[in-house]
């Protein structure tokens, strides 16, 4: 599908198969992605490629999820699972005015919330740039190659793995004012209070980079955890 200018959905569950999207998307979106804004119950993404370019620019108030294929997902009830996905976007997002709870760009998807559900996202690679330049107050700026952020839940996943993803895109999270921290990743920009997060084979060949007023966290595969004791790396190279 080409020329697109705004994301294929808004909200889709289901499994999504074979499908190749072109976008241009420049507008305000605070959920976006090339194929799918938000999940609105579990959602597969197998065989599909983004290309493009998205530039998000906003003022005003409210969290921020966008992603190559998917904004955000996940629940205490439903999943997200990604095989054999490309991201080829480049994603730039810029933020002046009033305050966010958070923001995060990931080039599969923004923010994905576990539950107590396995599920995985296996073969999948970024090629795209993600750029967040983030000027005001937040809790957290996140941007990763393939997840933004991983939040806190009640609900502890039996297990999450990453397989066999490879960032090649080049990862920045930049923060100029009010002490806002910055974190960015190769694999995943940060992960909060989860035990049981496997990254498999997982390599990235990007710059990651992180700029704030306050702290910045810069990783090769996560760029921050925070009371993550059962997170275990094999095979994985930055």
Known sequence: ???????????????????????N??????????????????????????YGTITISVSDSGP?????????????????????CINN????????GTYYSDCALGGMV??????????????????GSITITY???????????IIGYIPSSTFYSNEFAVRYAKNYGNISSATTVNAVPAYAGGITGWIEDFTEIRYENCANYGIVSTQADGCAYSGGITGWTYDCSGIRYENCAN
């Open 110 to 127: 923004g923010k994905y919330l576990l539950n107590y559900c396995s599920s995985a996202f296996e073969n999948v690679i970024n090629n």
């Open 64 to 84: 921020v999820s966008g992603g190559g294929l998917l904004g955000c997902g996940g629940s205490s009830t439903y999943i997200v699972v990604m095989a054999d």
């Open 25 to 50: 998307i420049n507008s305000n979106y605070k959920y976006f992605g090339a194929i799918v804004c938000e999940a609105s119950g579990s959602i597969s993404f197998d065989n599909c490629t983004t």
């Open 89 to 96: 976007i480049n994603i730039e997002f810029n933020h002046s």
């Open 135 to 145: 000027a005001d107050d937040a809790t957290e700026v996140c941007a990763g190659g």
């Open 1 to 23: 599908i080409y020329g697109l200018n705004d994301p294929l959905f808004d909200e889709a569950e289901g499994t999504i198969k074979n499908l190749g999207v072109d976008v």
